[in-house]
């Protein structure tokens, strides 16, 4: 029948508790942030597209960009041809990069050429050649920006 009434020394214990913290530590944050910009500074370099080459350097403008990837080719110092990373012979080209485009869009699809700056000159006129006869209009040559003066 008795009745248990708190006391207020029971109450008291409440406000001996820290209060909630309502900022945020953005120590860990940071740290999480300086981990994954190193991590892209050291990846980024070794995501080039492709077939490793040395491409000529010239003071030429930057093409503008779509909203589709355009095919990359490639030519390297040896003058062996490439679409993507895929080593074609030069015989296959036209009839493999038609069958690509027809699934893609056409004939008015980008053509990115990227050829060594040692390779033959020949070899590279060759595919130029054959893309043009085949009758692809958009092709363009890669090249590096060129660094110093």
Known sequence: MG???????????????????????????VDV??????I??????????????DLPQTQAKSLEQNDQKPIQMSVDIKGK?????????????????????????????????RADKKADYGTVAKVMGLLSGAGFKKLALVTEVEQGS
């Not at 942030?33 to 190193?38: D, F, N, Q, R």
């Not at 892209?40 to 080459?53: E, I, N, Q």
């Not at 012979?89 to 485009?101: G, S, Y």
């Open 3 to 29: 009745m248990n009434v708190a006391s207020s020394s029971g109450g008291g214990r409440r406000s001996r508790r820290k209060p909630v913290m309502a900022e945020i530590n953005v120590t860990p944050m």
């Open 33 to 38: 942030m300086l981990v994954l910009l190193i």
């Open 40 to 53: 892209f500074m050291v990846s980024a370099p070794l995501l080039t597209v492709g077939v490793p080459l």
């Open 81 to 113: 041809v490439f679409i993507a990373d895929a080593e074609i012979a030069i015989n296959e080209l036209v009839p493999k990069l038609k069958a690509i485009t027809d699934a893609r869009g056409g004939l008015e699809e980008r053509i990115y050429l």
